[in-house]
């Protein structure tokens, strides 16, 4: 399972890329606002950092726009994934992108019957989203459940990046559940690699490290520090 950073703070996504395992970047209009910058400055500055899909939203709410839109984001930079919402236009626009051969994410997903629509336009990814679905008293993960079996059983090759993700139990969720991606706020991403007991033994390791007598085996390293 990939996994995408859900920010356009430059410092998180320069952060998080530099641990090594970040594969890409979901960003949407609320993003671009926090981020306090125009939104070509920071899109070029995210693509700079990060060497995998970029999601970058489209605000139209006709297909005609959309298309212009997608078009423009995907002129852009070779790496933009032009997201799109799930609606009627939204779905034209991303048959006409994908028949262009244009990378299409198709975004606020709800519904396995959205996704399967998704497909069917021909969408390079869609983001069911969980936690929002959570708030809203249903049951989040098993949408990506849902969406999987479907996708399998009719040979969609449109890939599931799950989003709207708050915790470490949702992560893992999308992992059983067999998502292609999770996005996850950069807090979510950082807490994925630490557990209080590796804290805990890693203290007790090193204590009793104390205890062993100098060896040579390490002597180049000391003498570097
Ligand atoms: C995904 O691409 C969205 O940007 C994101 O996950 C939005 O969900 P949230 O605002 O509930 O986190």
Known sequence: M??????????????AAGWGLLDGVTTNPTHIAKSGRGFEEVLLEIFGIVDGPI???????????????GRAIARFH??????????????????QLSS??????????????????????GATYI???????ELAGD???????????????????TRILAASIRTVREVLECLRAGADVATMPFDLLES????????????????????????????????AR
Not at 4 to 11: L, Q, S, Y
Not at 100 to 120: D, R, W, Y
Not at 127 to 133: A, T
Request: hydrophobic content about 45%.
């Open 2 to 15: 990939q996994l995408f950073i859900d920010t356009a703070n430059v410092d998180e996504i320069r952060t």
């Open 55 to 69: 999601s970058v939203e489209t605000v139209s709410l006709d297909a005609a726009s959309i298309v212009n839109e």
């Open 78 to 95: 070779p790496n933009a994934v032009v997201k799109v919402p799930v609606m009627i236009e939204g779905l034209k626009a991303v048959r």
């Open 100 to 121: 262009e051969g244009i990378k299409t994410n198709v975004t606020l997903c709800f519904s396995p019957v959205q996704a399967f629509l998704a497909a069917k336009a």
């Open 127 to 133: 983001s069911p989203f969980l936690h929002r679905k």
């Open 139 to 157: 049951d989040g993960i098993s949408l990506v459940r849902e969406i999987r079996a479907i996708y399998d059983r009719y040979g969609y090759r």
């Open 192 to 223: 994925l690699y630490k557990h209080s007991m590796t804290d805990a033994g890693l203290a007790m390791f090193l204590d009793d490290w104390k205890k062993v007598p100098p060896t040579r085996l390490f002597a180049d390293l000391a003498a």
